[in-house]
């Protein structure tokens, strides 16, 4: 029988839990910063989509993810787990190309996109320990979905998403899958939008790829960094998220 490690102290979860704060305030930074480079408001950004866009942007985001499930599993396959820049940087790349072509082409790449993004989530799950070809971790995987999104950052919505994991199976993934499109549409709808902003196109695009591919590591990160925490502190991950909680709603930590 294999001896476990003891669990870590009080002083080191605080540690841990001040850094995953730290953490989870960056995330939305650079999301401000993409609004001021296609100057508007996160909210205002859905009315620039055409009414056919928009009626069926959920549709669209449900499919992607579908297919994004099957895709980002099989590549583990063939390729390794990616450095974080990497994926950034491939998402970054097809952002500028999605944006040069203008919506057209921004709705082309967005499969694309959602199947890197799905990656590099699950890169994140890998580093922290859990096996993204388990039913329960691919579960959490596309539970960071659900998170606010980066032109969205309301401390709120953001960790609205950190809720307990549930019985899993197939059908329950699938059921999840189905919950967190409309949120995710309405994010997907906020690129898509920033990506077709005049003059600026390729530029916007990248650049709100790269926001969007790095919020969403850093929601995986503190996803799965409070779920490694709750397993060396053996801590209940409600307590854990309690005391999380209360750390992102100080000033400090928004800083």
């Not at 100057?39 to 994004?68: F, I, W, Y």
């Not at 203008?102 to 799905?118: F, K, R, Y």
């Not at 989530?121 to 922290?128: K, P």
Request: aromatic share 4%; net charge neutral.
């Amino acid at each position: 029988m294999d001896l476990l490690d003891p669990p870590i102290d009080k002083a080191a979860v605080a540690l841990r839990l001040d850094a995953l704060a730290r953490r989870h305030a960056r995330a939305g930074n650079i999301g401000i910063q993409v609004l001021n480079v296609i100057g508007g408001r996160a909210e205002a950004l859905l009315e620039r989509l055409p009414d056919g866009v928009r009626g069926r942007l959920e549709g669209r985001t449900e499919q992607a993810l579908q297919m994004a499930m099957g895709a980002a599993h099989r590549s583990r396959g063939m390729v390794g787990g990616q450095p974080g820049w990497l994926n950034r940087a491939v998402t970054t790349a097809m952002g500028a190309a999605g944006g040069f072509g203008g919506l057209p082409s921004a709705l082309a790449e967005l499969p694309i996109t959602t199947t890197i993004l799905l990656r590099a989530i699950q890169d994140v799950a890998s580093e922290h320990g859990f096996d993204p070809s388990e039913e329960g971790v691919r579960f959490d995987c596309v539970q960071v979905f659900a998170a606010a999104g980066p032109l969205d950052h309301d401390d709120g919505a953001d960790l609205a998403f950190l809720g307990a994991r549930v019985a899993v199976s197939g059908k329950t993934v699938q059921a999840l899958i189905s919950k967190v499109a409309p949120r995710l549409s309405v994010v997907l709808g906020q690129k898509l939008a920033a990506q077709t902003v005049p003059v600026l196109g390729a530029a916007a695009g990248a650049v709100t790829n790269y926001a969007f591919t790095d919020y969403y590591q850093q929601m995986a990160h503190v996803h799965f960094g409070l779920r490694r925490l709750a397993i060396e502190a053996d801590m209940s991950h409600a307590e854990l998220l309690e005391a999380f909680r209360a750390r992102v709603a100080m000033p400090t930590q928004k800083s």
